[in-house]
């Protein structure tokens, strides 16, 4: 057992290709759906990088879209991460005069919005849309934009005072690129809260995924925990994380529910696949009913949750409380 458990004893562009497996064919603008005389829409769905948070919001996204009998054709492309691919796909799928854009994390909205003014944009995995400049007020985005977010307004805070409660550790590294607006607004976030609850953070920056590791090794000595947001550079590369925190025993708090199933000990959130499935109620109001996005208020996740990774725990070395028991959901 370790010793920081309290009441515990001591112890180039041509990587924006189509997602695999989407075998979906953008077909011209208007055409009708098989046997059913139903227009069916082209939709450009554009992705920062690949990680299971953003692919499961597009499945929910889409899912959504079947729901409500809406016939479409995506066009899923992915940025690799790189800022240059990431406007060259949004403009693009201007170009194309797409009918909607399906916008999966904040730079891929900021790179929508760069490119068009007509079109339709609506995103998800978004932490603060108004300090990233996409809306001034989100109950009224204004424009052609709109689409739900990625932080639950308690997720932060119900993380941090579990940190404080329950684990005698005061010290808590945070990874995360600082050129991710998402990020830079939740670390502010993290930071106040810290102070609040007795904790101090240490932060260190990285540029790109292969420098997550690194960046996680430094930690070691450093940090009694780590806390990884959802920065999407670092959640890409989050089994490196997941393998210095196994190693030297810190336990890994993560910003979402897929992080805590891919290796991370805990976290307090809700599931991407539900922000992407609400993106997608938004999208069918705006091809099927004709409300503007800018009329529609953005929304924040509805569900949040504890979740713990017992298999992370025995990893981490980290003794499950009985009291945990009856406030977490538990995954292996």
Same mark, same amino acid.
């Given at each position: 057992?370790?010793?920081?458990?309290?009441?515990?004893?001591?112890?180039?562009?041509?990587?924006?290709?189509?997602?695999?497996?989407?075998?979906?064919?953008?077909?011209?603008?208007?055409?009708?759906?098989?046997?059913?005389?139903?227009?069916?829409?082209?939709?450009?769905?554009?992705?920062?990088?690949?990680?299971?948070?953003?692919?499961?919001?597009?499945?929910?996204?889409?899912?959504?879209?079947?729901?409500?009998?809406?016939?479409?054709?995506?066009?899923?492309?992915?940025?690799?991460?790189?800022?240059?691919?990431?406007?060259?796909?949004?403009?693009?799928?201007?170009?194309?005069?797409?009918?909607?854009?399906?916008?999966?994390?904040?730079?891929?909205?900021?790179?929508?919005?760069?490119?068009?003014?007509?079109?339709?944009?609506?995103?998800?995995?978004?932490?603060?849309?108004?300090?990233?400049? @996409?809306?001034?007020?989100?109950?009224?985005?204004?424009?052609? @934009?709109?689409?739900?977010?990625?932080?639950?307004?308690?997720?932060?805070?119900?993380?941090?005072?579990?940190?404080?409660?329950?684990?005698?550790?005061?010290?808590?590294?945070?990874?995360?690129?600082?050129?991710?607006?998402?990020?830079?607004?939740?670390?502010?976030?993290?930071?106040?809260?810290?102070?609040?609850?007795? @904790?101090?953070?240490?932060?260190?920056?990285?540029?790109?995924?292969?420098?997550?590791?690194?960046?996680?090794?430094?930690?070691?000595?450093?940090?009694?925990?780590?806390?990884?947001?959802?920065?999407?550079?670092?959640?890409?590369?989050?089994?490196?994380?997941?393998?210095?925190?196994?190693?030297?025993?810190?336990?890994?708090?993560?910003?979402?529910?897929?992080?805590?199933?891919?290796?991370?000990?805990?976290?307090?959130?809700?599931?991407?696949?539900?922000?992407?499935?609400?993106?997608?109620?938004?999208?069918?109001?705006?091809?099927?009913?004709?409300?503007?996005?800018?009329?529609?208020?953005?929304?924040?996740?509805?569900?949040?949750?504890?979740?713990?990774?017992?298999?992370?725990?025995?990893?981490?070395?980290?003794?499950?409380?009985?009291?945990?028991?009856?406030?977490?959901?538990?995954?292996?």
């Amino acid at each position: 057992m370790k010793k920081w458990i309290k009441g515990m004893t001591a112890a180039g562009i041509a990587s924006t290709l189509l997602l695999a497996g989407c075998g979906e064919e953008s077909k011209e603008k208007g055409q009708e759906a098989s046997g059913k005389g139903e227009e069916k829409y082209q939709i450009g769905v554009t992705q920062i990088v690949e990680h299971p948070s953003l692919d499961n919001a597009y499945k929910g996204f889409k899912k959504a879209l079947e729901d409500a009998g809406i016939e479409a054709d995506y066009d899923v492309q992915i940025a690799q991460g790189d800022q240059n691919n990431n406007q060259t796909i949004a403009n693009n799928f201007a170009g194309d005069k797409v009918d909607l854009i399906f916008a999966n994390s904040t730079p891929s909205a900021t790179g929508a919005l760069n490119a068009t003014k007509d079109i339709p944009i609506v995103f998800t995995s978004v932490t603060d849309a108004k300090a990233a400049g @996409l809306v001034k007020d989100p109950e009224k985005p204004g424009g052609n @934009l709109t689409g739900t977010t990625d932080l639950h307004p308690e997720a932060i805070p119900k993380t941090i005072e579990f940190m404080a409660k329950e684990f005698e550790g005061k010290r808590v590294g945070v990874i995360y690129n600082a050129g991710e607006q998402n990020s830079v607004a939740q670390v502010d976030e993290v930071k106040k809260v810290m102070e609040k609850n007795g @904790l101090k953070m240490v932060p260190v920056t990285v540029s790109a995924s292969s420098e997550v590791k690194q960046a996680t090794e430094s930690l070691a000595g450093k940090a009694d925990m780590i806390y990884i947001i959802t920065d999407n550079t670092v959640v890409s590369a989050l089994e490196s994380v997941v393998q210095v925190a196994n190693q030297k025993d810190i336990p890994l708090f993560v910003g979402e529910l897929d992080s805590v199933k891919r290796g991370g000990f805990a976290a307090f959130g809700f599931e991407y696949y539900d922000i992407g499935y609400e993106a997608g109620q938004m999208a069918v109001k705006i091809l099927k009913d004709g409300e503007k996005p800018g009329d529609m208020a953005v929304q924040p996740p509805q569900n949040l949750k504890l979740l713990i990774n017992e298999n992370a725990a025995k990893e981490m070395n980290i003794p499950i409380k009985d009291e945990w028991k009856k406030e977490a959901e538990f995954v292996k």
